[in-house]
Each structure stands twice: as C-alpha cells, then as structure tokens.
C-alpha cells in the first residue's frame, strides 16, 4: 500500500508509504489522496486527521519524476471536459484536490518535504516538523512550477519575500528556518514527532466538533474578506453554536468542574 490510513478515537492517520522513494507520489497514489480525502470530508466521526509519511528520512520528495508518464490527453480536455472523464485523469487534479474542509489537519514533517510534498503540508492547518526535516519547492530547476497551491499558499504563509527566495531559486531550508519564517509552528527531535502530534490531535478531537470545524471555516473564509465582513460572519457563526447541545454541555461541565461529553450535535 502506498498510503496506510488507520482511525482511532476520532483521530485518523495518513502515513504516505513509499520509503523506497522518499514516499515520492506517483499518479496511482495520486489518484489514491484524491480519494482519501474525499472519504474524510465525508465522515464526521473523523475528527481531526495527522498527515505524515513513513521512515526517518522524508516526509515525501514530491512527484515521482521516475514514473510520470506523458499525458494521456490535453490538460485543456481533462480540466474542461466531462467530469466522469476527468475524474479518470488524476494528472488533471492537483494534489491538494478534496482537502479545502472543515475536518482539522496537522501535517507532521518526519522528513524532507519537497515539491508535492511540501504542496500538501501548506494546504493543512498545524505544521509541525522534525529538527532534521528540509522544505523546498524546487520545480523551477526543472523547468516547471508548483501546481498543487504552492505559489498562492505559501507567500499568505511566510510573506511574499520569504515565499519568493523559495519559489524562485528552488533552494531548501531547513526545519528551524521554518520556524523562524512561520512555514512550521512547532520543532521537535524525530523521536518525539509522533508523539507531540498525537497529542495535539487528541486536544482537538476532545473538543466540540461542531465548534471546532466552525472556527476552522471562519478562519478560512474570513481571510478572503474585509475585515467588517469577516466580523459579521464570525458573529453568525458564534450565533449558529450557541443554542447547540454541545455548548450546553460545556457549560455545564465547567460548572460541575468535570471533562464535558461532547456529541457533534
């Protein structure tokens, strides 16, 4: 299996898992992701999801340029055709396709994290990463650019000067650069990474679902409007949990000094 996918209490895994190649992503494996988040958005028992790859050495390495074969069609005819034709290309979807949810996600860097890679781990909410992990979008060097989020996605993260030494020279840097320029928020030894992720997945999960996917929303959402905008409908948003059972039950449990039973409804 190229990508292992476990739940637990809430808490799924998606472990890319070609170690061989630096968990490099080919179109199967492509298409796989795709799929994948498409079923978590789907699942509301899914509460928050680690992504993180397999081994010591890479999170992933990005396209597998070994095993890209040339287009079956015109990009023009996968991006504009039928849907269920399209659907059958996964070179005409990007990487990062399905993952625009309200499900939380924490990217955990083990390793390098190049091209694709790195593509993913911007489209998440936390990042965290290991001292020994490396990020880099390099597809400039070969004559390409990134194509899953990378020009837009990284500059709202590490502003336009620091996204743009990146884009435009391909040159990694390395975990506590990443910290330093806001890319990563959190550094730990390789050893403790998946430990310091569960933990954080498990402080989220053991909060009120309902609420938790409404912060991430307006989160999103607002940072594509004025900021009059972006209050209004935070306030809607407040307004749509407060007659919720779950916001009840917080309430009350603080009272009783007890860990509240949160339901999603």
Known sequence: MSIDFSLNEGIATVRLNRPETLNAIDYPMRA???RLWQHIAREPEIRVVIVTGTGERAFSSGADLKRTPPPTQPFAAQAFGASDVASEHAEAGSLTLGLDIDTPLICAFNGLAYGGGLEIGLACDIRI???TARFAL???KVGSMPGSGGTQRLPRLVGGANAMWMLLTGEPID???ALRIGLVSHVVP????HDTAVALARRIADSAPLAVRAIKRAVRDGLDM???SALTYERHAWGLLRDTEDRKEGRQAF???RSPVFRGR
């Open 129 to 131: 990463a290991a001292d």
């Open 175 to 177: 975990a506590h650069t």
């Open 255 to 257: 009272a009783e000094k």
């Open 190 to 193: 390789p050893d403790a990474l």
């Open 226 to 228: 004025p900021l009059a």
């Open 32 to 34: 796989e992701l795709q």
């Open 138 to 140: 390099p597809e400039v």
